[in-house]
């Protein structure tokens, strides 16, 4: 299965592809945070500095992103348990 990206193709078509892996590891920049939690940049990097939400990781020299694991399981922790 040679033609299947994780850059071109969903995580679900990535793991059917290859089903040997238990779990694939995504980085996600900023403006993809933003749309996973529905705040604003100023608001994330307040919540990152009062130890309130998952730091982001250094990807490159001027570049940082986050774990899409970290952000899942942030937002899983303010979902109200009935």
Sequence with gaps: ???INPLNNTPKEYQRAYPDLEAIMLILRL???KAYV???KSTVYDLI???LFPPPVRIGVRAVGW???DIL???ESRVPIM
């Design 1 to 3: 299965m040679g033609d």
């Design 73 to 75: 399981d942030w937002i």
């Design 31 to 33: 403006p993809a945070v």
């Design 38 to 40: 529905s705040l604003s």
């Design 49 to 51: 500095h009062r130890g």
């Design 67 to 69: 774990r899409e694991s």
